[in-house]
């Protein structure tokens, strides 16, 4: 052994406990990585399983008269609404995310726990409140749908055939999963006012400036007052609580669901308020001092400017449309399914739940037609949703709060007392500002 | 004739199967219903005189 060999030994073996120890921790640092990716990827395929409600009712939320009162705003007041706008994420999250709460521990949709909670007088108010509500509603998204292909030249008739027919092929196929996913399909869509938001080149200072600093362009006017109550009033729906709890429950949603379920609603909120500001940013940018009175005039000014931010406004507005269609019909059949106790899943075949899918396609087709009457009252009945929502919203978000607080029903799931400071502020708030909303849509003379 | 006497059959059996409410009725549950059918009541109100005075004008 030579002395090199002899002294290169002892270095050896020690260059090799480092390298072993640096190896061990380069092993320990990627396994702690790869643990950390598997748990994260698992969390995230455990929320695309789950997720679908919550995206679904809150983009389902700008639904054709969201999305006028959006360009509304936008050509109105600019940028100096998108504040308000951004404080509607935690209104719309708190009030859903107790419907998520309510039908996964229940297994009952809102109009059921109403009727088994608070006996048959509340029950049948709430119902036929809803009844009317959501056809009313219907015909103002057939409105919005048949104005913004007509600025393609599709026929209203052909319109209303064309979005019965894509309808019955989603509900038909006898699974929630694939309607689900159709929809959230939908959805992707009505991120199409996005790009149109980067296309018209807004100014980001302004908008950040303008926007986000909290401030009430030429004090609070009455205008001013009407659009923040229609923002508040699109934001919170009646049809949304029916929707989202009886949508848990047909998915199947259990008490282990309720973490991510609310994670799909708060994800929703923020993109259907996220939705809102790009459309006020389009309208704020190109029509502004324009006056809007609905989405489609919006539109077809905006083609003058812009022909592809026009066109992207016009499908945007029919897909929003759509989508407010598909789950507003798909509400009251939930509903009344509920009530008179028919089969009344998405994942039951037209044979097996014949009276769900019969009021599925009565509400829609009834009011389909009526925007294809000469000289049908739209306006009215544009007036009349306002003021019908208002005798129904407060009772229904009274009725979820005392749901949220039965302990005997909801156990662990019952609102804390944070959690009923929170959401009873924010309820209060609703039905106080939707009331003033109502009333002043009854009297338009009586604030000024 | 023979459906509508089932609607209205199924009509009570729906009354008889939610006629008692299953909510404990405390307190605060009495206070807000009796708010609420205040409310409804004076907005029916507002409704109906909205509707008569439309009706006075045509």
């Known amino acids: ?448 | 004739m023979r459906t509508i006497n089932q609607f209205f059959s199924k009509i009570r059996e729906i009354n008889q199967r939610y006629a008692k409410p299953t909510v404990e009725m405390s307190r605060g549950v009495k206070f807000s219903l009796a708010v609420l059918r205040i409310y409804l009541f004076l907005l029916v109100v507002l409704m109906i005189y909205k509707f008569i005075t439309v009706i006075k004008v045509l």
């Open chain 1, 1 to 448: 052994m030579t002395l090199c060999e002899c002294n290169a030994s002892p270095l050896s073996q020690s260059q090799r406990r480092v390298s072993s120890t640096s190896n061990s921790t380069d092993m320990d640092f990627f396994s702690v990585l790869y643990y950390r990716f598997k748990k994260v990827w698992k969390a995230v395929r455990l929320y695309l399983v789950i997720a679908g409600p919550g995206l679904v009712v809150m983009i389902a939320d700008n639904d054709a008269g969201g999305i006028t009162t959006y360009a509304a705003t936008g050509a109105k007041y600019g940028y100096h609404l998108i504040w308000f706008l951004l404080l509607l994420i935690p209104v719309a999250y708190y009030v859903q995310e107790m419907t998520v709460r309510l039908g996964a521990v229940t297994k009952r949709g809102h109009a059921e726990a109403i009727f088994e909670s608070f006996g048959a007088f509340w029950g049948w108010f709430s119902l036929l409140d809803l009844m009317i509500v959501d056809w009313l509603t219907l015909v103002t998204e057939f409105v919005g749908m048949t104005a913004a292909l007509s600025i393609f030249g599709v026929p209203a008739w052909l319109t209303v055939i064309l979005v019965v027919l894509l309808m019955s092929i989603i509900v038909l196929n006898g699974r929630y999963w694939t309607w689900e996913k159709i929809a959230l399909g939908f959805c992707l869509l009505n991120l199409i006012y996005i790009p149109a938001a980067f296309m018209v080149n807004p100014s980001i200072s302004d908008i950040i400036g303008q926007g986000l600093i909290p401030n009430l362009p030429g004090g609070l006017t009455n205008e001013l007052f009407f659009l923040l109550m229609a923002n508040i009033g699109t934001t919170i729906a009646p049809w949304m609580l029916f929707f989202q709890q009886s949508s848990v429950v047909d998915k199947g949603l259990q008490e282990k669901d309720i973490k991510m379920g609310k994670i799909d609603t708060f994800i929703g909120s923020i993109i259907t308020v996220a939705i809102a500001v790009f459309i006020v940013i389009v309208t704020g940018t190109l029509l502004n001092g324009a006056p809007i009175d609905d989405a489609a005039t919006a539109a077809k000014l905006l083609m003058k400017t812009n022909h592809y931010v026009g066109a992207f406004m016009a499908v945007g507005l029919f897909d929003a449309g759509l989508l407010g269609a598909i789950c507003i019909s798909l509400a009251s059949s939930w509903a009344f399914g509920e009530i008179f106790g028919w089969a009344h899943s998405l994942n039951t075949k037209v044979k097996e739940a014949p009276w769900f899918y019969i009021s599925f396609f009565f509400t829609l087709a009834t009011a389909g037609i009526v925007p294809l009457i000469p000289g049908a009252p739209l306006v009215l009945i544009t007036l009349f949703v306002q003021v019908v929502a208002v005798t129904l919203l407060p009772a229904a978000l009274v009725f979820l709060i005392l749901l949220l607080n039965d302990k005997k029903t909801m156990g662990e799931y019952a609102n804390t007392s944070l959690q009923n400071i929170v959401s009873t502020t924010i309820v209060v708030a609703i039905i106080i500002l939707s009331t003033l909303y109502g009333v002043s849509a009854l009297f338009p003379n009586l604030f000024q």
